[in-house]
């Protein structure tokens, strides 16, 4: 099995930067896809990025291209979310997950197929 915890939210003015940090326990952290994955008061969660096992692949939806940068050392079984240029509508709590893929699988699944989850940290951004 694979543990997340999520750290690095906080309370942040727009326009500012936060990285968030996702530690893994267990052994099969780097044969893992990664996602990021936000959820907004009253909203679904909602994805944000995605990195494939080797960390060369990655995919972010439209409201954070340019802003948001996925990245992970398997060294360190440690996955981040880059956020600059925040915006108060990025407050949300952000989720990491892992899916357990083959070497040259997918680095996007869907949520559902996501196999493991972290308990979420918070993001505010104030105007």
């Known amino acids: 099995q694979v543990q997340l915890v999520e750290s690095g939210g906080g309370l942040v003015q727009a326009g500012g930067s936060l990285r968030l940090s996702c530690a893994a326990s267990?052994?099969?952290?780097?044969?893992?896809?990664m996602g990021w994955f936000r959820q907004a008061p009253g909203k679904e969660r909602e994805f944000v990025a995605a990195?494939?096992?080797?960390?060369?692949?990655?995919y972010s939806v439209d409201s954070v291209k340019g802003r948001f940068t996925i990245s992970r050392d398997n060294a360190k079984n440690t996955v981040y979310l880059q956020m600059n240029s925040l915006k108060p509508e990025d407050t949300a709590v952000y989720y990491c997950a892992a899916r357990e893929t083959a070497v040259f699988g997918s680095y996007y699944y869907p949520e559902v197929e996501y196999n493991y989850w972290g308990q979420g940290t918070q993001v505010t951004v104030s105007s």
């Open positions: 990195i494939s096992r080797s960390g060369i692949s990655t």
């Open positions: 267990g052994r099969t952290f780097s044969r893992c896809a």
